[in-house]
């Protein structure tokens, strides 16, 4: 059971948290999701977007010591938004970083980890991370948290049904705890980065 120490907190800077907005914007453009419903996503598409920009940006840096990773996999996906990133986030491995922005004044234990259908492949391992912001303020804020909780194999998740639609999902409870990229499996991870670095780890 994953414990409150092994959570990792992470700081995306001014200059990343700028990045993360610009990213947002770009993908955007035409967005849609598999977690809200088609009103809701009208509403929070740039929320879920940002979210899932600075959990992405900030398991980079935890796992590789950069964002070097997360510029890499954005500039493929600009190149071509319509096309499928094969529902991996850093070139060559077989994750896939799931992160929401905390709405809930409740322990980030307490969350789920939740893979969207379509979005579960059986090869692959997820990260569950989590941020927490307001629209209203990030403009202009000069930093933000990230906090990178832990991973989890796919045959880990529970198929349940989630606001109607068919999920997988696990409690962060269950986790495993993700101190540094050597604590994934080497069967998800990109066998050509040697020199893989865990900031503080």
């Given at each position: 059971?994953?414990?409150?120490?092994?959570?990792?907190?992470?700081?995306?800077?001014?200059?990343?948290?700028?990045?993360?907005?610009?990213?947002?914007?770009?993908?955007?453009?035409?967005?849609?999701?598999?977690?809200?419903s088609?009103?809701?996503?009208?509403?929070?598409?740039?929320e879920?977007q940002?979210?899932?920009?600075?959990?992405?940006?900030?398991?980079?840096?935890h796992?590789?010591?950069?964002?070097?990773?997360?510029?890499?996999?954005?500039?493929?996906?600009?190149?071509?938004?319509?096309?499928?990133?094969?529902h991996?986030?850093?070139?060559?491995?077989k994750?896939d970083?799931?992160g929401?922005?905390?709405?809930?004044?409740?322990?980030?234990?307490?969350y789920?980890?939740?893979?969207?259908?379509?979005?579960?492949?059986?090869?692959?391992?997820?990260?569950?991370?989590?941020?927490?912001?307001?629209?209203?303020?990030?403009?202009n804020?000069?930093?933000?948290?990230?906090?990178?909780?832990?991973?989890?194999?796919?045959?880990?998740?529970?198929?349940?049904?989630?606001?109607?639609?068919k999920?997988?999902?696990?409690k962060?409870y269950?986790?495993?705890?993700?101190?540094?990229?050597?604590?994934?499996?080497?069967?998800?991870?990109?066998?050509?980065?040697?020199?893989?670095?865990?900031?503080?780890?």
């Open positions: 059971m994953l414990l409150k120490d092994d959570i990792v907190p992470i700081t995306l800077d001014s200059a990343e948290l700028k990045e993360v907005l610009k990213q947002s914007k770009l993908s955007s453009i035409g967005g849609r999701s598999n977690a809200r088609k009103e809701d996503r009208a509403v929070t598409l740039i879920d940002i979210s899932g920009h600075a959990c992405h940006m900030a398991a980079s840096k796992l590789y010591g950069s964002i070097k990773n997360y510029l890499e996999h954005r500039d493929v996906a600009n190149a071509s938004p319509y096309a499928s990133d094969g991996v986030d850093f070139a060559g491995t994750i970083v799931k929401g922005n905390k709405r809930k004044d409740k322990s980030i234990l307490d789920n980890l939740i893979v969207p259908a379509n979005e579960y492949f059986d090869d692959l391992c997820y990260i569950s991370a989590l941020t927490k912001f307001s629209l209203s303020e990030i403009e804020k000069d930093s933000l948290k990230v906090v990178i909780i832990g991973w989890a194999s796919a045959d880990m998740l529970e198929e349940k049904i989630f606001f109607g639609k999920k997988y999902m696990l962060n269950f986790l495993h705890p993700l101190p540094s990229y050597s604590s994934i499996p080497s069967v998800y991870r990109d066998h050509r980065i040697s020199n893989a670095v865990c900031l503080g780890g």
